[in-house]
């Protein structure tokens, strides 16, 4: 067993200290608000007082935390009790050009760091499940490997780019909340046409999101607009979404009209709907 640290026990991060010290490892935590460090008290988690106590003699050193700003905060705040050996384990979704400038300034200082973002929740964080995604050394991921698998149900080594887990985490995200404001609009329209939520819902399931990844997605990528759904009856079907919403507040479909809107006038009316994405295609 690991003798490690948690900077930052918020909901992620508490979920991650208590699986911790469940598989048996000594657990000292931080976290700005002592109440959520003393909650896990139950679990053999260990309050620090502040971060250099918490990393004092940690072999691993988990940082879970709100963004780039208090990243930098903390850590500067824990290096007088790290140990030379201590591997910063990074788990914090932050910027991508941040992330690579702290990688390289922390290594130049001699410190061992990784960026180690997740897709997962503090259930899937309790039981080891959802992916971890890993940048940095490929000899100082190694060195973790075996313990980082304990934590996730995927571990993702993407590369010794240090930026390119930051990235790939946004990436993600947008995709989360995209979907999920999608979603807000189809209630919406739900709503004025008295379908209930969860027929609504229901719906979805009949939709193979992955395959239109695979499909619509990889054409874009490649800039394939050969039509198999035109972009003109693609602006009709949303004009017919908007109407049936009416005045109701909508989170993203107005403003997926007005790019619509602009690339039909540009002449891409006749290209598939998967256009949208020409302009980033265009800037590779």
């Not at 048996?24 to 139950?42: E, F, I, Y």
């Not at 819902?201 to 997605?217: H, P, Y």
Request: hydrophobic share 50%; with cysteine.
């Amino acid at each position: 067993m690991s003798t490690i640290a948690f900077l930052g026990t918020g909901l992620l991060g508490g979920a991650f200290a208590e699986a911790a010290a469940k598989r048996g490892d000594t657990v000292t935590a931080w976290n700005r608000s002592p109440d959520k460090v003393h909650a896990l008290a139950q679990f053999g988690v260990i309050a620090a007082a502040s971060p250099a106590e918490a990393v004092r003699n940690a072999a691993r050193v988990h940082i879970v935390l709100k963004d780039d700003a208090v990243v930098e905060e903390v850590l500067a705040a824990a290096r007088a009790g790290l140990s030379p050996d201590a591997i910063i384990i990074d788990h914090t979704t932050t910027l991508p050009t941040l992330t690579a400038a702290r990688a390289e300034r922390l290594h130049a200082e001699g410190v061992k760091y990784l960026h180690c973002p997740v897709f997962m929740g503090p259930p899937a964080a309790r039981n080891a499940q959802g992916t971890m995604m890993v940048a940095g050394p490929k000899a100082l991921f190694e060195s973790v490997k075996a313990d980082l698998a304990k934590m996730t149900g995927r571990l993702a080594y993407m590369g010794e780019r240090t930026d390119v887990a930051a990235v790939n985490k946004l990436f993600g995200n947008a995709m989360i909340i995209g979907v999920t404001a999608v979603m807000a609009d189809i209630l919406t329209m739900a709503q004025a046409s008295d379908v209930s939520a969860e027929d609504a819902i229901k719906l979805l399931g009949f939709i193979d999101l992955n395959a239109i990844v695979a499909g619509r997605g990889v054409n874009m990528a490649k800039g394939n607009y050969n039509p198999s759904f035109e972009l003109t009856m693609a602006r009709k079907d949303v004009r017919l979404m908007l109407e049936t919403a009416g005045d109701r507040p909508m989170a993203v479909l107005p403003s997926v009209a007005t790019r619509m809107d602009q690339l039909i006038a540009a002449g891409h009316g006749a290209d598939d709907c998967c256009v949208l994405g020409i302009d980033a295609v265009q800037r590779q």
